[in-house]
């Protein structure tokens, strides 16, 4: 990854020797952090500031780093603490268990998962972690092996088929409410949708999918191809999940209180 920040281990192992890096930081090709730490001058200020800080980058911040799906709220500097240093740090964070080394300066996806499990809420890790999975950055069986026994269980929710941010808070709090909820079912004359609850199909416009001309006529024909077969679509914003949520389950409800939603007859998937 490419942000700047090394440890003196990592610079060896770029074959660095000790009189380079003392030469490098003289020319000032190297800014020396802290005692073991160095980055170049265009090294990433986030990543800087948490190993300045006597720590690395880790948990919320790390995830954001890596490219996972964030929520909003967590613009904060998550950092870790190395075992000796008691560094004034943004903010110090942890995994369960026993202490890790801090060996780089972003902890890998399934350390700062780890440590997130105690910063983030429910739903908003279980959508960080959909987003993890779905870029493979994170192995599913490997990180069920590290997580304490809450992120185990915020784990089993977690569904990597998940196509934003969006959906798995969406999937995640309807659920959470008894909702039978599909993921990214296949629709005949559609093709897949994000999830399905009865005869609804809930599309999750994300903010960078949508915005295209294609995009844009695509979703139009997707919705009169679903009208015309029988199913009811509602398109829902990252606004509207995040900031609107009572809005968008009113109408949810509304539509299942009216039974409308229910598939019969030749509309039933199996
Ligand atoms: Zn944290």
Known sequence: ????????????????????????????????????????PDADPTVVAA??????????????????????????????????LRGSVPRRCRAPGPPLPTSAAVDPVDVAL???????????WIAACDSALE????????????LNARGRSL????????????????????????????VQPKIAGVGKVDLRVGKLLIECDSKTHHTSLENYQNDRRRDRSALVTGWMTMRVTYDDVLYGWDGVLDDVQTITRADRHRIRGRNRLT
Not at 163 to 173: D, K, L, N
């Open 1 to 40: 990854m490419e942000h700047g920040v090394f440890g003196r281990a990592e610079l060896a192992r770029l074959g660095m020797t000790e009189a380079q890096v003392r030469r490098a930081v003289r020319s000032g090709d190297l800014v020396r952090l802290r005692s073991g730490w160095y980055a170049r």
């Open 51 to 84: 190993v300045r800080a006597g720590g690395v980058l880790s948990c919320v911040s790390a995830l954001r780093r890596h490219g996972v799906w964030i929520a909003p709220g967590y613009e904060t500097v998550h950092t870790r603490a190395s075992k000796s």
């Open 114 to 124: 780890r440590c997130a499990v105690l910063c983030m809420s429910e739903e908003h």
């Open 135 to 146: 870029s493979g950055l994170v192995d599913r069986a490997d990180l069920d092996v590290v």
């Open 155 to 182: 784990l089993s929710k977690c569904d990597e088929r998940s196509q934003s941010g969006t959906e798995s808070i969406c999937r995640v709090r309807l659920r959470a409410l008894r909702f039978g909820v599909v």
